[in-house]
């Protein structure tokens, strides 16, 4: 089956009703589809890499944020009360888990964390509904690389005051990520590591 970025004419009815098992693999080719690629890249670490995902292109697709958002709701801790993410990369994912979220009675706010200040009004780091001192929140990520990204969101609302001691991420390229969150004491998941996806896309080539 071929995915296009192009929203289909027909019903993709499988992000709405599948099963959780099976929307991870539909998901999973999704992915390999439209947003891995192999060649030579440049990361924004400035390391080279012989493949690159951009995970915007699912994250962004209608079906792939509904299907990552039933994902990822399902993942959370039930005392969950917001995710949250560094922008730009988890803006989508975020949005999506909380409008998920709404739908299966489970509300959970989304919160954005800028990478600078705003430049006026509050000058606030933190975009989203203000909780209550001590809520939980848990941060999301597209892309895990060396975790430095996602860490500068959870510095951010543990200064607000908010419980972070856990991060998800959509995929794991397992490169000194997961070892990064456990040196600093944070629980860590990904849907997919980068294994997963480079297997399932030899297999659809």
């Given amino acids: ?3 296009s970025a192009e929203i289909s004419q027909k019903s993709d009815v499988w992000a709405v009703s599948t099963d959780i098992s099976t929307l991870r693999d539909k998901l999973l080719d ?12 440049v990361l924004s670490s400035g390391a080279k890499s012989t493949y690159y995902i951009n995970g915007k292109l699912i994250t962004l697709h209608p079906i792939g944020a509904l299907a990552i958002g039933r994902l990822l709701l399902n993942m959370l801790p039930p005392d969950t009360q917001a995710v949250a993410g560094l922008t730009l990369g988890a803006d989508p994912i975020v949005s999506a888990v909380s409008v998920v979220s709404a739908y299966e009675n489970k509300p959970v706010c989304a919160l954005i964390i800028r990478k600078e200040a ?17 809520a939980k929140v848990v941060v999301l990520e597209d ?27 959509l995929v794991d390229r397992k490169q ?19 294994e997963d996806i480079q297997k399932r896309y030899k297999e659809l080539l």
């Fill in 1 to 3: 089956m071929s995915y």
């Fill in 30 to 41: 999704l992915l390999c589809q439209d947003a891995y690629k192999e060649g030579d890249f």
């Fill in 118 to 134: 705003k430049g006026h009004g509050t000058q606030a780091y933190i975009e989203g509904p203000v909780l209550q001192s001590g």
């Fill in 143 to 169: 892309v895990v690389t060396t975790g430095q990204s996602a860490m500068k969101a959870v510095t951010r609302l543990r200064d607000a005051g908010y419980v972070v001691d856990e991060v998800i991420s």
């Fill in 176 to 194: 000194g990520g997961a070892e990064f969150y456990e040196s600093q004491n944070l629980k860590f998941e990904a849907v997919f590591d980068i």
